[in-house]
């Protein structure tokens, strides 16, 4: 008679010494490419920074969901969507609606007209010049932080990485439906993931920033919906005809044109 036996199973302690080798080996390999998971992750930002700069038109939808941190520590997000259209360098119409607000912008390169549908009155600003410096007036003259405007900037990747401490290379993600790269930021101040479409069209697709400044670390989410490029922009797209009734107002008199409703806390200590 032939007996066969099979290997003796290995011993615990022996079985537990092998799952910390495979586990060591595998942070240091993760740890060999992280340098090379940084420049995946800048070159695919910047591949989408050149792709959205070098579109003379682009028009697209978002939401947008902004939180905010309560005295009693309470964390309550608001919700904005809204469309717009921008053709470079000095055509800009942005249309974005809250519970609390319907705002509009209009900028044909000379003046900027801002309507406030909630409290039916507008106001005009001379602001010649073009999109990007438009952007940088609202921020550094109006206190208007639009998180977003830095994907539509023609030095969008400068912009981005200006204070970027690390770079990772998460992995692959869906944002409705379509294949993305998922990609995280660190500032000193702030972490920030972007989602990039793969393939020939690299738009930005999902956006969130992360204050570490703030107690629970709010944030704020941009989802891009609907996004299309190169497309035709009729001649008075950038035109401003102001409802029939509304007021002409001081631009001080719109109130806040920010995502947040008049009031609303900032953050806690």
């Given at each position: 008679m032939n007996l066969q036996f099979s290997p003796s199973p290995p011993s615990m302690p022996a079985l537990f010494r092998g799952v910390a080798a495979a586990v060591l080996l595998l942070f240091m390999a993760a740890g060999?490419?992280?340098?090379?998971?940084?420049?995946?992750?800048?070159?695919?930002?910047?591949a989408m920074a050149d792709y959205v700069s070098a579109s003379q038109t682009i028009s697209l939808t978002f939401d947008s969901d902004i939180e905010v941190i309560t005295p009693q520590l309470e964390k309550i997000q608001f919700t904005n969507s809204g469309k717009?259209?921008?053709?470079?360098?000095?055509g800009l119409r942005a249309h974005r609606v809250s519970g609390h607000s319907d705002v509009e912008l209009v900028f044909d390169g000379k003046t900027v007209s801002i309507l406030g549908r909630s409290v039916d009155g507008y106001a005009r600003i001379e602001a010649a010049g073009t999109?990007?410096?438009?952007?940088?007036?609202?921020?550094?003259?109006?206190?208007?932080?639009?998180?977003?405007?830095?994907?539509?900037?023609?030095?969008?990747?400068?912009?981005?990485?200006?204070?970027?401490?690390?770079?990772?290379?998460?992995?692959?993600?869906?944002i409705d439906g379509k294949e993305c790269n998922h990609l995280a930021f660190r500032n000193f101040d702030t972490d920030?993931?972007?989602?990039?479409?793969?393939?020939?069209?690299?738009?930005?697709?999902?956006?969130v920033i992360t204050s570490k400044t703030m107690n629970s670390a709010p944030q704020y989410t941009?989802?891009?919906?609907?996004?299309?490029?190169?497309?035709?922009?009729?001649?008075?797209?950038?035109?401003?005809?102001?409802?029939?009734?509304?007021?002409?107002l001081n631009p001080n008199e719109l109130g806040d044109l920010d995502e947040l409703p008049p009031g609303a806390p900032r953050g806690g200590r």
């Open positions: 060999m490419t992280t340098g090379a998971a940084a420049q995946d992750a800048k070159a695919i930002l910047k717009a259209l921008l053709k470079r360098p000095d999109v990007d410096q438009l952007i940088t007036a609202l921020r550094v003259g109006h206190g208007i932080s639009l998180p977003g405007a830095d994907l539509l900037l023609t030095n969008a990747y400068d912009a981005l990485v200006a204070d970027v401490i690390e770079a990772k290379y998460v992995g692959l993600g869906m920030w993931q972007i989602w990039i479409e793969t393939g020939e069209r690299p738009t930005p697709r999902k956006l941009l989802r891009i919906k609907e996004w299309q490029s190169g497309l035709p922009v009729a001649a008075d797209a950038f035109a401003f005809t102001p409802p029939v009734g509304a007021r002409q």
